[in-house]
């Protein structure tokens, strides 16, 4: 099963995100700000990340900044 973590600081969106991709058959982890977003990357490496990018702490653009410099290709 693949794994995704989607990363939303909108709750209605989050949950929404969330319920569809379990109905699909997702193994699905969320985060609601930038800094929980990333910490979740590193501890449960998901398949996929579904990212938002105006976000409380870091911003999307700064997660995907940090993960490129490290070498992670996560899509």
Known sequence: MSRLL???DEPAILRGLADQFRREGYEVET???GDAGYA???EHPPDLIVLDLMLPGLSGYEICRKLR???NQTP
Request: proline share 0%; net charge negative.
């Open 6 to 8: 989607i990363i939303e």
């Open 31 to 33: 985060a609601s700000d």
């Open 40 to 42: 979740a990357i590193h």
């Open 69 to 71: 410099e490290r070498g």
